[in-house]
C-alpha cells in the first residue's frame, strides 16, 4: 500500500504487534509524544498490556480480532521479526504497516536476509543453503571447518545454531536443527560484536546512533557499552552500511543491524543479522539521546520528523537476565538508570530489565 506522506495527529493510535518488553517501551514513548498505543499479543501476560491503553489479547491468525484491530489503530507496527507473513499482508491491506511486509520477510528468514544482503553488496559470512545432508557435507568441503549450521526461521539468542567443529559432528547437527532448510555460515573469527541502531522516515530522513559493542554471555546479550572501542573508519563503515540497508528496503522505522568485525591490518565488517524493531542494544539511548530508539520508531511510522540521535555521554548498558533482577536495589547508584520490564517470574535466560550506566 502506498504511503501517505502526512504525519499521524497527536491523539492517534499506533497498533503494535507483540507485547513484550520492547513493545512495553514502545508504548511509553508513544504516550510522552500524545499517540495511543493498542498493543496485540496472544499472551495475556504481556508485559505491555500494563502500560498501554489499548489491547487486544488474540491469536495472529485470528482474522475477526485483526479486522477489529485494523479498524482501530491508524499505522501498524511491531516489536518483533517473526510475525507470520499472513497476519502482517491481512492488516497491510487494511492500514499502513511500518516498516513494510518486505522488511518482515527479509528478517525472518535467514536465506532471504543472506540474498538480500549480498545482492545490496553488504558483506555476511560465506553461507550456503543446506536442504539435505549431501547438502551439508558439500557446504562444510566448500566453506571449511569450524561452521555454524542455522535454522532458517525463528533463531534468536543463539537458539537453532550449532557449531561444527568435526566433519563427523555434521549429521548429528543436521537431525538437531529443525525445520529444514538450514544455512551453514563459515565460522567468522572476529573479535568483537558491534551493532548499529538506525531510523529512516516516510520522507526518507536517515539518523544513526552511535556504534554499540556488544558482549553476549550464555548467547544472551548482557552489556552494551558505546562508544565502541573501534576505529573511526570502522565506524563510519557500519553507519554506512546499515543506512544502505534502510534505504534499499524503503524502510520506515527504527532497524538494528549487528556486525562480526573482523580483526586484520584494517579490519573489515560482515553483517550477522538485520532486525527491523528497536533493539536491545540500542536501550542505552533512553538514558543519553535526547531521542532514544522507542520515541524515533514512534516518531518515524508517525510520518514525524526523526529526532536528533547525538549522545550526549558515555554509556553501558547491562541487561537484568532472570535472578538477577531480585538484586537490581544493590546495583543502582547515581549513575544508573534502571527500566524494569514489570515482568512477574525471573525465570533463567528471560530478560527481567536492564540498567544504563553513564561512563564519568
Ligand atoms: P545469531 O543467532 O545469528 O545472532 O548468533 C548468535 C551468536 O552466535 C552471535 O552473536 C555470535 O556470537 C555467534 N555466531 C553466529 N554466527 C556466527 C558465525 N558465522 N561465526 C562465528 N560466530 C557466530
Same mark, same amino acid.
Given at each position: ?10 491523539g492517534s ?7 513484550g ?37 488474540a ?21 518483533f521479526?517473526n510475525?507470520p ?103 567468522m ?9 538506525i ?6 530522513? *536517515?539518523r544513526?546512533? !552511535?556504534?554499540? #559493542?556488544?558482549?553476549? $554471555?550464555?548467547?544472551? &546479550?548482557?552489556?552494551?557499552?558505546? @562508544? =565502541? ?6 565506524a ?12 534499499a ?16 591490518e ?21 538514558? *543519553?539521546?535526547?531521542? !532514544?530508539?522507542? #520515541?524515533?520508531?514512534? $516518531?518515524?511510522?508517525a &510520518?514525524?520528523?526523526?529526532?536528533? @540521535? =547525538? ?46 550506566r553513564?561512563?564519568?
Open positions: 500500500m502506498s504511503q501517505p506522506l502526512s504525519p499521524l495527529p497527536p493510535t499506533i497498533g503494535i504487534l507483540g507485547g518488553q520492547l513493545g512495553r517501551m514502545l508504548s511509553l514513548a508513544a504516550s510522552r509524544l500524545g499517540l495511543r498505543t493498542h498493543i496485540y499479543c496472544p499472551d495475556p501476560a504481556s508485559p505491555a498490556f500494563e502500560v498501554t491503553p489499548h489491547k487486544t489479547v491469536a495472529y491468525d485470528d482474522e475477526t480480532a485483526l479486522a477489529a484491530f485494523a479498524e482501530a489503530v491508524d499505522v501498524v507496527t511491531y516489536e521479526e510475525v507473513a499472513a497476519t502482517a499482508e491481512f492488516l497491510a491491506a487494511r492500514k499502513p504497516l511500518r516498516p513494510g511486509a518486505n522488511a518482515l520477510a527479509i528478517s525472518q528468514d535467514r536465506l532471504a536476509e543472506k540474498q538480500f544482503l549480498s545482492s545490496k553488496n553488504i558483506p555476511v559470512a560465506p553461507w550456503r543453503a543446506v536442504e539435505s545432508l549431501a547438502d551439508l557435507e558439500a557446504a562444510i568441503a566448500d566453506l571449511g571447518l569450524p561452521a555454524v549450521l542455522k535454522t532458517t526461521r525463528l533463531g534468536y539468542d543463539g537458539k537453532g545454531q550449532r557449531v561444527i567443529r568435526a566433519a563427523d559432528e555434521a549429521a548429528a547437527a543436521f537431525a538437531a536443527l529443525q525445520p529444514h532448510p538450514l544455512v551453514l555460515e563459515a565460522f573469527p572476529f573479535e568483537k560484536e558491534i551493532s548499529v541502531v531510523a529512516r522516515n516516510g520522507a526518507g530522513e *536517515v544513526a546512533y !552511535d556504534v554499540a #559493542e556488544n558482549v553476549h $554471555r550464555d548467547h544472551i &546479550l548482557f552489556t552494551s557499552t558505546v @562508544p =565502541a572501542d573501534i576505529a573511526p573508519g570502522v563510519r563503515q557500519a553507519a554506512m552500511l546499515a543506512k544502505v540497508i534502510v534505504v528496503l524503503d524502510y520506515v522505522g527504527v532497524l538494528g543491524v549487528e556486525f562480526f568485525v573482523i580483526p586484520g584494517r579490519p573489515t565488517l560482515v553483517v550477522n543479522e538485520i532486525a527491523p524493531r528497536v533493539h536491545n542494544s540500542g536501550h542505552w539511548t533512553e538514558a *543519553v539521546c535526547l531521542t !532514544d530508539q522507542f #520515541e524515533q520508531h514512534m $516518531r518515524a511510522v &510520518l514525524w520528523p526523526l529526532g536528533d @540521535p =547525538a549522545r550526549l555521554a558515555d554509556v553501558v548498558m547491562e541487561n537484568l537476565i532472570g535472578d538477577e533482577v531480585l538484586a537490581l536495589p544493590a546495583r543502582l547508584d547515581g549513575d544508573s538508570q534502571p527500566h524494569l520490564y514489570g515482568k512477574a517470574e525471573p525465570r533463567p535466560g528471560r530478560k527481567m530489565g536492564h540498567i544504563n553513564i561512563r564519568r
